[in-house]
Nanobody, 121 residues
Framework: QVQLVESGGGLVQAGGSLRLSCAAS????????KGWYRQAPGGQRELVAV???????NYADSVKGRFTISRDNTKNTVYLQMNSLKPEDTAVYYC???????????????WGQGTQVTVSS
C-alpha cells in the first residue's frame, strides 16, 4: 500500500502563512510527487501548484507570487509554502502523486486525505 499524509493545515488570519507537507510512504519503487490541489465548500477540486521531476513548476493564477511548491525527493515529501493568505484560500488541500509500486508495473495515482486550511478575515 501507499499512503500520502498531509500536515500543516490550520486556522490563520488573513495575511498570515502556513506550510503544508505531504509525505509518501509504503511500497514505492518510483514516485512522482506531482503537487497540490484544493477544494472549497461547494466547489470543485482545483489545481494549486504542481511540480515536475526536473524542477518545473506551475501555479494557479490566484496563488502566483504567494505560494511556493518544493519537494525533497530523499524524503518523498512535497511542500507548499503559503504566504499572504486570503479568506478565499480557505479549502481542503490535497496532495497528489503517481507511484510505481514495483519494477515493470504501471503508474498509479494517489491522493492524500486532505488537510483543512481556514483563513479568517
Amino acid at each position: 500500500q501507499v499512503q500520502l499524509v498531509e500536515s500543516g493545515g490550520g486556522l490563520v488570519q488573513a495575511g498570515g502563512s502556513l506550510r503544508l507537507s505531504c509525505a509518501a510512504s509504503g511500497t514505492i519503487f518510483m514516485i512522482n510527487l506531482k503537487g497540490w490541489y484544493r477544494q472549497a465548500p461547494g466547489g470543485q477540486r482545483e489545481l494549486v501548484a504542481v511540480t515536475t521531476s526536473d524542477g518545473r513548476t506551475n501555479y494557479a493564477d490566484s496563488v502566483k507570487g504567494r505560494f511556493t511548491i518544493s519537494r525533497d525527493n530523499t524524503k518523498n515529501t512535497v511542500y507548499l509554502q503559503m504566504n499572504s493568505l486570503k479568506p478565499e484560500d480557505t479549502a481542503v488541500y490535497y496532495c497528489n502523486a503517481a507511484v510505481k509500486r514495483t519494477y515493470g508495473t504501471t503508474w498509479y495515482d494517489y491522493w492524500g486525505q486532505g488537510t483543512q486550511v481556514t483563513v479568517s478575515s
